[in-house]
């Protein structure tokens, strides 16, 4: 149990990564970094998967800003499912992505957004970027004036 958590934590924070930065000037740079990563896939594995991103991170950007929060959300559970899947076949891969995930967030402590998780057991981690609702059982909206 203890490894299928590692492996959703960091593919967790690594897709709420790689979203936060598609929209950014720095998107090449941490496209550049899953390709290395991804390429544990071989050439072909990784292309597939990048395509994926590719379109994944075009819809993001062509899309309207009242949609733009939904569109994340769904863009990072994509991402959290092929991250992990990617994970259990290469562990190893497991600490770069979590440095680069790393990174993005240290680029983020100028913005004052920052999320940091480690080793977390027997609790849920959700990492989000608006309000959240849990199928009417759970309710957190951003405070006024928020994003």
């Not at 092929?82 to 240290?106: N, S, T, W």
């Amino acid at each position: 149990m203890g490894d299928a958590l590692d492996i959703m934590q960091v593919a967790g924070v690594g897709a709420a990564a790689l979203v936060t930065e598609m929209v950014r000037t720095t998107w090449d740079s941490a496209r550049g970094a899953v390709a290395r990563i991804l390429r544990r896939d071989g050439e072909q594995g990784a292309g597939q998967v990048l395509q994926l991103i590719d379109t994944a991170r075009q819809q993001l950007v062509d899309s309207p800003e009242s949609e733009r929060g939904a569109v994340e959300e769904r863009l990072r559970r994509d991402l959290l499912i092929q991250l992990a899947a990617f994970i259990q076949r290469h562990p190893d891969a497991a600490q770069e992505l979590q440095e680069l995930a790393d990174k993005v967030q240290g680029d983020d402590e100028g913005s004052g957004a920052r999320t940091s998780v480690h080793h977390n057991t027997n609790s849920q981690v959700v990492i989000a970027g608006g309000a959240i609702n849990a199928s009417g059982g759970f309710h957190y909206g951003t405070p006024e004036g928020g994003r």
